[in-house]
């Protein structure tokens, strides 16, 4: 039973004419149909009693890839990733690796391997005994374990900690022995599992960009499961993004961000305005959309839009739109009046929520570019809240 | 911040620890006692012990008990190590009600009906009763305590372990060898203690399994001890309680020692 | 993948039921025999030979004459009812000793804490008869006690050989199995509670009463069906401590076992006792599952 793999046609063609996010374009197997991906899933079901973990999932993930599955918690995105080590048994479909389905084989028989989020180091082995540990199991001789182990430990930074037990080690470095353990026996992929939960924020930003360089520095193919958006945006070369046991999307970070496949992924990743609304007109390049509550009129890129009379969502990100104590310019398409609710100060940035004149409460964050502000904006001012035709997306869904 | 004790919870325990020792310091300070009698105290004597030296019938007894303790707390070692993984990690299998049943009945069945059945079920098969049907016995009885011990170990152990090992390429066997049984190795080591010493202790079960040529320590204390308090059995129970006090003051010892090694090297 | 762990249970499952489920049904068997049919060395008399015939007279052979003998006997109800009080008498009095006891543990500090429950650990290790039997020099009458009543110039007591003295050697031996759940209780439970409560305005005493004991309940459950289960059916104590006034039901079956040489009517008593402790036992092993759930 095989189907053709089911990656969404890409949105980048929209993406591509309106410049979105400008970064990491070279790479991507995923719009080469002449490539063939290093895992396919095909149809994937599982279930736990009568709860679906995970529903029809087809995925394919390219050779030198970097993939993240985003989710929240118990959305199947562990489940998925076991299914592929060998934890998890299928109930439907099935997991090819490099062409060969690997139904039947025990996970000590899989060519990938794990880092799980405890971590799960042995406690009665040291540093060394650790990393040393699969390259036994693959028979290899004694000097050539050495070799291997003092190359992993100076890839991981940890020479000098060799000889110590995992309990005398810090959140860190007990991440970083899990790594070097996973990836000492050249597996053709490595797994994740929210590698970075247990670590406090500065320590996992700075582990993040170490993840990343490593993962060049080795040619692997990482697959990362994380619960954080920050976290994959950083460093996934292409997300997908579960929820409850099925795939919404799959994108490039920006893809996912910018031009989200509907409301779910536009709402889990960043904050974002979502207005109901009902489409008037389309003149090619705009359309004509009004609020359902405000009657406000929106002009926005048509792209995607349905015809005239459809309802739509019109979704605005916070950092997209402006605000200001004086009305806009008469040329700004869109502008909303209303007034300050509530301001939220982050340093970097400042959170603006505007109370519109229908009770509607739009969220507006603006970079705090300048030390001093002349008129700084307060409670229960009344402002002007805009935003450019390409900063809103059309959701269908 | 943990209140300390109060004067309640202070004399509470002085009595209770009193209740619980007093006789046990009693029986040990009676051995050394060259009166017979319990109340007199004629002067400081280790006859008593001499004395046991030449009481072969004690001696054979207590050979008997040791052999037995030694080969049924290994057996139920064995196997209650495999019923403990088969609870902790067997998933539902089939007749796993059944199972997890007649591995907790032991701990709660009144020795009397245990050693009641056991006794019926040598007679049918015929077996001759003694050293082996005795240590059959104390096999089943002590197997329950051992799965008990080693599975409260294994639920607390990281499953993930030995994901880790398979996942590393060690077959599910070898993860277990390798992975598994050293991190519950204390568990499987005190579950066989707990297992010899209660073979060790177990008067009721034994009378009723055994039969002649195979009599027991504790058996044949407690024929002595139906007489009446005797010096001689006050120094046998001395040196039992010697021994075991022993064993549990080095294992926790070891413990300590163990936990404090790696708190120093982690210090380093 | 991991299934195969169930094979695990294959060979200690084969040994318990043959070594422990297989003696069992044997007993029921017995217990429905006739003495003369009976009589050891006895042998299981299904004549197989004679195929679905012989199975009919084996069943035909069976009858409740030993429980009709039970029911018409005095001494055995009383023997149960006076085992059921023991048994309840003696849970009650090791958990007004043993609460405090653990209380107090769990108040100290963690080091002493360690110790004090190595030290109520340590008496479960060494030999039940053995301390059974210490209480004998102490309780007989011209054992310690009664030397140290006549010292305070106390009349004697006569202990040794009554209810009393099995009462004592019940709540003695059977304590550690109430500390233990009890302190594993009590240990667990956040301090914070207690200063939340007293935050609250709840006194000390009352602070204990609302929240630190309804907290520890299933401690005070599992240490009393410990304690209650096997006191039920105790031989050691009655037997070396008890007088004839000391009617417990472990001693009647071994006396009816080794002294009256009926082996149908012992089975038959050893049955009913079972029944009698089917609930308890079954309550205790709920209890134990719902720990093991909390648990994990």
Redesign the interface.
């Known amino acids: 039973m095989s189907r053709p793999p089911t990656v969404k046609p890409p949105r980048s063609e929209a993406g591509r004419r309106l410049n979105i996010g400008a970064v990491r374009s070279s790479f991507a197997p995923w719009n080469d149909p002449d490539a063939t991906p290093l895992v396919r899933f095909e149809g994937v079901t599982k279930r736990f009693g009568d709860q679906t973990a995970v529903r029809d999932v087809s995925l394919d993930i390219y050779p030198g890839e970097f993939f993240a599955l985003l989710g929240p918690s118990g959305c199947g995105k562990t489940t998925l990733m076991r299914m592929l080590?060998?934890?998890?048994?299928l109930d439907a479909g099935r997991i090819t690796l490099a062409g060969e389905d690997l139904a039947g084989a025990?996970?000590?028989?899989?060519p990938?391997?794990?880092m799980?989020?405890?971590y799960?180091?042995?406690?009665?082995m040291t540093v060394e005994q650790n990393i040393a540990?699969?390259l036994k199991?693959?028979g290899m001789d004694r000097k050539a374990i050495d070799a291997r182990v003092a190359e992993m430990l100076a890839l991981v930074k940890l020479e000098a900690f060799a000889r110590?037990?995992p309990?005398?080690l810090s959140g860190g470095q007990k991440q970083r022995v899990a790594l070097a353990?996973?990836v000492a026996?050249k597996p053709t992929m490595l797994l994740l599992d929210e590698p970075l939960g247990a670590l406090d924020k500065k320590l996992r930003e700075e582990t993040q960009f170490e993840l990343m360089d490593l993962q060049v520095q080795l040619g692997m193919t990482f697959l990362i499961v994380t619960h954080d958006q920050e976290e994959a945006m950083v460093m996934a070369d292409r997300i997908a993004v579960m929820r409850e046991g099925e795939i919404v999307q799959i994108g490039r970070p920006e893809e996912v961000y910018e031009s989200p496949a509907n409301r779910y992924v536009a709402a889990f990743l960043g904050d974002v305005n979502l207005f109901e609304t009902t489409v008037e007109a389309i003149a090619h390049p705009m359309a004509h959309l009004t609020a359902t509550e405000t009657d406000a009129g929106f002009y926005v890129l048509d792209d995607d839009c349905p015809a005239a009379g459809a309802t739509v969502w019109l979704a605005v990100r916070p950092e997209k739109m402006r605000i200001s104590l004086d009305p806009p310019s008469a040329d700004v398409k869109n502008v909303l009046a209303g007034e300050i609710w509530d301001i939220g100060y982050t340093g970097d940035w400042t959170n603006y929520i505007v109370e519109l004149p229908g009770g509607t409460l739009v969220r507006v964050a603006r970079a705090n570019d300048r030390r001093v502000v002349e008129r700084p904006i307060d409670w229960d001012d009344k402002v002007w809240v805009s935003f450019d035709p390409d900063a809103g997306v059309v959701l269908t869904s | 911040m943990r209140r300390g004790p109060s004067w309640f919870n202070l004399v509470s325990l002085t009595v209770g620890f009193a209740f619980l020792y007093l006789p046990i310091v009693l029986l040990v300070a009676w051995s050394f006692n060259a009166s017979r009698l319990v109340t007199v105290w004629g002067g400081f004597s280790t006859k008593w012990y001499v004395a046991l030296l030449s009481d072969q019938q004690l001696l054979d007894a207590a050979w008997v008990t040791l052999r037995v303790g030694l080969l049924s707390a290994t057996v139920a070692t064995v196997l209650g190590t495999l019923a403990a993984i088969a609870l902790a990690r067997g998933g539902r299998f089939r007749g796993h009600t059944l199972f997890s049943g007649m591995i907790y009945a032991p701990l709660v069945m009144p020795e009397v009906i245990m050693g009641l059945a056991l006794l019926l079920l040598f007679v049918a098969l015929r077996f001759d009763r003694g050293f082996w049907t005795v240590t059959l016995a104390h096999t089943t009885l002590t197997l329950s305590y051992v799965a008990v011990v080693v599975h409260s170990r294994l639920i607390t152990f990281?499953r993930?372990?030995e994901?880790?090992?398979?996942?590393?390429?060690?077959?599910?066997a070898?993860?277990f060898m390798?992975?598994t049984l050293?991190?519950i190795f204390p568990a499987v080591l005190a579950g066989w203690m707990l297992a010899f010493t209660l073979s060790l202790d177990d008067l009721v079960i034994a009378s009723f399994a055994s039969g002649p040529g195979a009599t027991t320590l504790p058996m044949r204390i407690y024929s002595q001890v139906r007489l009446g308090v005797t010096p001689e059995i006050n120094a046998v129970c001395t040196i039992l309680i010697a021994i075991v006090a022993t064993g549990v003051i080095i294992w926790s010892l070891a413990m300590k020692w163990r936990s404090a090694g790696?708190a120093r090297?982690?210090l380093a | 993948?991991n299934r195969p762990r169930g094979r695990a249970a294959l060979l200690p499952g084969l040994w318990l039921a043959i070594f422990f489920a297989l003696p069992f049904l044997l007993v029921l068997r017995l217990s429905l025999s006739d003495t003369a049919l009976a009589i050891p060395p006895y042998a299981p008399q299904i004549d197989w030979s004679q195929g679905l015939a012989g199975l009919k007279a084996f069943f035909a052979g069976l009858d409740l004459e030993k429980y009709r003998q039970l029911g018409e006997d005095r001494l055995y109800l009383d023997a149960y009812l006076s085992s059921l009080r023991f048994a309840a008498a003696g849970t009650g009095l090791a958990l007004l000793v043993g609460y405090p006891m653990a209380y107090g543990m769990a108040r100290c500090r963690p080091g002493l804490r360690s110790l004090l429950l190595m030290l109520v650990i340590l008496p479960f290790w060494t030999s039940f008869l053995i301390r059974v039997y210490a209480w004998i020099g102490i309780l007989k009458p011209q054992g310690l006690l009664n030397a140290f009543l006549g010292l305070l110039g106390l009349e004697p007591l006569t202990l040794l050989y009554t209810p009393t003295a099995v009462q004592i050697g019940l709540v003695y031996s059977y304590l550690p199995f109430m500390v233990l759940p009890l302190y594993a209780a009590l240990e667990r439970q956040d301090q914070t509670l207690l200063e939340a409560a007293a935050d609250l305005g709840a006194s000390p005493l009352k602070s204990f009463w609302q929240v630190t004991f309804p907290l520890s309940l299933p401690g005070v459950i599992a240490g009393c069906l410990l304690c209650f289960i096997p006191m039920v059916g105790e031989f050691v104590i009655p037997d070396l401590l008890g007088g004839p006034g000391s009617l417990m039901i472990g001693r009647s079956i071994w006396m009816e076992f080794f002294a009256n040489r009926d082996w149908p009517f012992a089975s038959a008593v050893a049955v009913v006792l079972l029944v009698t402790l089917i609930a308890p036992i079954l309550l205790y092993q709920r209890q134990q599952a719902k720990a093991l759930e909390a648990a994990t």
């Open positions: 080590a060998g934890f998890e048994s025990p996970p000590h028989r899989r990938v391997n794990m799980f989020q405890s799960a180091l042995f406690p009665h540990f699969g199991q693959d110590r037990k309990d005398q353990r996973a026996r | 990281d993930a372990l994901e880790a090992a398979q996942d590393l390429g060690a077959t599910p070898r993860a390798s992975v050293p991190n790696a090297q982690a | 993948m």
